[in-house]
């Protein structure tokens, strides 16, 4: 009876706190997607909690009316949808070289990939190298650098280590090479590793706005991300004026304003790739757990 109670106070305690959690983690996101949602006069009026006071699109309708957004729409979508599958090809394939046993020189060629993860020439030279290939102000410079990440390597690297070798064996027994061994057992195997490490490159390619601002000049080459930076930027200038100037511009009733301005293009640019999450996320939540339990 004791024990019951005890295990009872328990179970509402950690229910208690993951409600906790999810309202802190939740709350700022449902805060901005509200704003974004709310009239432009209605909102300078502030105090908007849990749902909006006055219904408006303009916000949404200003955004989607501008070519740029639609141009960086394009490139960051192409950017995902290229890179993404071809990092995940190039860090399988490396992870399974070096998890290779019969591989020559493979702890120097593991110690060589990881030294990588510590130690990097800094912003300049890689400048430098980037335009020695010819990728600035190139669509390629989206791609080609995020080819490969080491950590995502190891990862990939430790569970193909994990898998019985007799499918190796027993593979080269009835005449298939390590290409065939790779595409045909290899990779099918690893779908729950690499549909995490997928989603984590695709959120990366998504959110990426650094190379886009610094790698490129050409305004259809800038990715969403960056069309937004220059979007928070340029109205975040607007909302710095004095109480009295909303005030004026409240009576004008505009249809936006800075700030729903601002919280429609975080939505546009957030949605897209949260809506891909549950179409990943029995393979996500599978991947994430991959070595948590030892036989």
Same mark, same amino acid.
Request: charged share 10%; glycine share 6%.
């Given at each position: 009876m004791i024990r019951d109670r005890k295990d009872f106070l328990f179970m509402t305690f !950690?229910? #208690? /706190?993951?409600?906790? =959690? $999810?309202?802190? @983690? /939740?709350?700022? /996101?449902w805060? !901005? $997607?509200i704003i974004s949602l709310n009239s432009a006069e209605d909102t300078l009026r502030g105090n908007l909690y849990l749902w909006p006071r006055e219904f408006s699109l303009a916000s949404y309708a200003q955004i989607l009316s501008d070519s740029e957004i639609?141009?960086? *729409?394009?490139?960051? =979508?192409l950017r995902? *949808?290229?890179?993404?599958?071809?990092? =995940?090809? @190039?860090? +399988?394939?490396? #992870?399974? +070289?070096? +998890?290779?046993r019969e591989l020559v020189a493979g702890r120097f060629w593991t110690l060589y990939f990881v030294f990588t993860m510590y130690f990097g020439g800094g912003l300049i030279p890689y400048y430098m190298v980037l335009k020695s290939y010819n990728l600035i102000d190139n669509f390629m410079v989206f791609v080609v650098p995020g080819l490969m990440n080491v950590f995502y390597m190891?990862?990939?690297?430790? $569970? *193909?280590?994990?898998?019985?070798?007799?499918?190796d064996e027993s593979a080269k027994m009835d005449?298939?090479?390590y290409m065939h061994i790779f595409f045909r057992i290899i990779l099918p195997l690893t779908t729950p590793v690499l549909a995490t490490i997928g989603l984590f490159t695709? *959120?990366?390619h998504w959110n990426s706005w650094f190379d886009s601002y610094v790698f490129t000049y050409k305004p259809e080459l800038k990715t969403l991300q960056a069309v937004l930076v220059k979007i928070l930027n340029q109205y975040q200038t607007g909302s710095m004026v004095s109480e009295a100037q909303q005030m004026a511009n409240s009576s004008k009733r505009l249809a936006v304003s800075?700030? @729903?301005?601002?919280?429609?293009a975080t939505m546009v640019a957030t949605l897209p790739i949260i809506m891909v999450y549950p179409f990943l996320q029995k393979y996500f939540v599978k991947g994430m757990t991959l070595g948590a339990v030892k036989s």
């Open positions: !950690v229910y #208690a /706190f993951i409600v906790a =959690v $999810f309202i802190i @983690t /939740f709350y700022p /996101f805060n !901005v $997607f639609w141009t960086a *729409i394009r490139v960051t =979508v995902t *949808i290229i890179g993404t599958p071809l990092a =995940v090809l @190039t860090i +399988s394939m490396l #992870a399974y +070289s070096l +998890s290779k190891i990862i990939v690297r430790t $569970f *193909i280590q994990g898998l019985p070798q007799e499918l005449g298939a090479n695709a *959120i990366g800075p700030d @729903t301005i601002r919280m429609a």
